[in-house]
């Protein structure tokens, strides 16, 4: 006899799924754009009342929401680990790090060579984590039994501006396109964040042997969002407090979007459908916003 595949338990996010813009609840929103606009560097898009969307181009990145009411939450409650942005070319990369390097010196955490990737970490004026990158193409990344090979390789700022940084990089750092690449969040335990990023969601685990973290994606990337517990675990539902806001992610199409609404709604996830948008939480009540391409 045939088994019968369900194809809610089997369904998987498109494979032209993307990471759209990352919000964050500041306390000082000033001081906020001033570094997302100095340091990486990025361009106000449009600032209305209490809230300020940063990208590059026309392509929202990091949205700002004024909220000096709020707290600033625990090192190890569940949040945001960090915001990646993806650089196009390295000498894009090469002159962000630059800038940051010039404005906010101590804000820089590390660097490391990852195989598929070369990043850069900072720390933003209120503690949310940044990460700066360039991708390898993907003809150069090597999978093992369905598993991509990741590393933390030594990556030396000073010899990489000396080899990607130029003149005119230095005198125009808003070079060529950027996007949020992924997002890393921080949780309470790696077989929850499996079951709803993996199994109800429909991301592909690409990384499932890395010490404390789960790498998840869609269409062969690397990796479109991580969760670790490296700080966290443990932890429950977040409270209401300074850092994420949401994690927008982006389908190709309006029945990709339908698709993944009726998946979550089958494992028992409260839905807010606008009818343009679909809001909901994974377990830590990290919220998350999914919309079409093509809305």
């Known amino acids: ?49 209490s809230s300020a969307i940063i990208g ?36 894009a990369l090469a002159a962000a790090l630059y800038t940051a390097a010039q404005y906010a010196p101590n804000s820089f955490t590390g660097s490391a060579d990852h195989l598929v990737s070369k990043a850069f970490y900072f720390n933003d004026p209120e503690g949310n984590g940044i990460e700066l990158y360039w991708d390898r193409d993907r003809s150069e990344w090597s999978w093992v039994h369905g598993q991509v090979e990741m590393d933390n390789l030594l990556l030396d700022p000073n010899q990489y501006l000396r080899d990607y940084l130029t003149e005119d990089a230095i005198q125009n750092p808003v070079i060529g396109g950027a996007e949020i690449g992924h997002v890393h969040l921080q949780v309470g335990d790696l077989a929850g964040a499996r079951k709803f990023y993996v199994d109800w969601l429909g991301f592909d685990a690409t990384k499932a042997n890395f010490p404390g973290a789960l790498f998840v994606s869609a269409g062969g990337y690397h990796h479109h969002m991580a969760m670790n517990i490296w700080n966290s675990q443990g932890a429950g539902r977040r409270d209401n407090t300074l ?8 389908l190709p199409s309006k029945d990709a979007l339908g698709e993944v609404t009726e998946r979550v709604k089958h494992y028992g996830v409260q839905v807010a459908d606008d009818g343009r948008t679909v809001r909901f939480e994974d377990p830590w009540a990290n919220e998350l916003r999914i919309q079409a391409a093509d809305a």
């Not at 494979?15 to 106000?44: C, F, R, S, W």
């Not at 004024?66 to 949040?79: C, F, M, T, V």
Request: overall charge negative; cysteine-free; hydrophobic content about 40%.
């Open 56 to 91: 590059r181009g026309n392509r929202p990145l990091v949205i700002l929401e004024h909220a000096p009411e709020l707290q600033h939450a625990s090192r190890r409650a569940a949040g945001l680990f960090h915001t990646a942005i993806l650089f196009e070319t390295e000498t």
């Open 1 to 49: 006899m045939t088994q019968q595949i369900d194809p809610i338990e089997n369904a998987r996010l498109a494979d032209d799924t993307e990471m759209g813009a990352v919000t964050l609840k500041v306390a000082d929103l000033d001081n906020m754009i001033k570094y997302y606009t100095h340091a990486l560097p990025l361009q106000v898009i449009d600032q209305q009342g």
């Open 243 to 250: 850092g994420l806001g949401q994690v927008d992610i982006v």
